[in-house]
Structures are given as C-alpha cells and as structure tokens.
C-alpha cells in the first residue's frame, strides 16, 4: 500500500495542472484600444488581448498582420501597424482569431492549447475541457 501511495504521489506530481472554469460566466472576446498616429495605427492592449486568449503574442501578431495584409512591429506592450486600420476591421479579426485558434468547437469553452503533432508537423487545438482534438490552419 506504502508503493502505490508514492506511485500514485509521483504521478500526481507529473500531470499537467490546469485550471479549467466551470463558471457559467460567458467568455467575451476582448476589444481592441489604440490610436492612429499619422499612417500608423498603435494598439495599446495587445499583448493584454493575448494573455487573457492565452496565445503566444507572437503567433497572434503573425495572424493579424497576415489577415491585415499590413506590416508591424511590438514596441514594448503595444503593437505598431504601418497603416490605418479601422479598429471595426481588428476587432473583427480578433474575433476570428478567437473562433478559430481558441474556443472549442465541442463545448465552446476557451480552455484550449495548441500542439504540434511531432508525427505529422500538424497544428492541433487540444480542449483541457473535454478533451476534443482538431487540426487548425497553420498560422
């Protein structure tokens, strides 16, 4: 009995621990806030809007410079667009970026991670929810 207690210690300690809500509160995704300074348009809570997603900021700006068809760069918290972007069409695309990266298709809730299959190179969003799996595009 003295073995199965550490065994079952050592494998408690090797899970993963993640906090999965059981709230009934709704998820809302996040709205951007910024300014356009001459042709440039500076988000002041980017890196804000991917924590609270839980993404890589780096992944998210890839995403939206692509869906963007602009270029920019992070300056410190902020991210720098070299253009005029409406914030209508960025809140639009973080929404997307939302639907598609984060929220499970299974159970709607955004306890997702995305991994990649070492096998086949393919992107999957993995729901610590439930425990549904899907390939995603790649970013």
Not at 4 to 18: G, M, P, R, S
Not at 93 to 107: A, Y
Not at 109 to 125: A, F, I, R, S
Request: charged content about 30%; aromatic content about 8%.
């Amino acid at each position: 009995m003295d073995n199965y207690n550490k065994l079952l210690e050592k494998a408690y300690n090797e899970v993963k621990l993640v906090q999965v809500s059981n709230s009934s509160e709704r998820f809302e995704i996040p709205k951007i806030e910024g300014r356009i300074e001459g042709k440039k348009t500076i988000l002041t809570n980017f890196n804000n809007i991917a924590s609270y997603l839980r993404r890589n900021p780096d992944q998210f700006l890839k995403f939206l410079l692509k869906e963007l068809a602009t270029s920019g760069q992070i300056e410190g918290t902020w991210l720098v667009l070299n253009n005029k972007v409406p914030s209508v069409k960025i809140n639009t695309k973080i929404e997307q970026f939302t639907k598609e990266f984060v929220l499970c298709k299974e159970c709607g809730k955004p306890d997702t991670e995305l991994q990649k299959d070492t096998n086949t190179g393919v992107t999957q969003k993995h729901c610590l929810a439930c425990g549904a799996k899907y390939p995603v595009r790649k970013i």
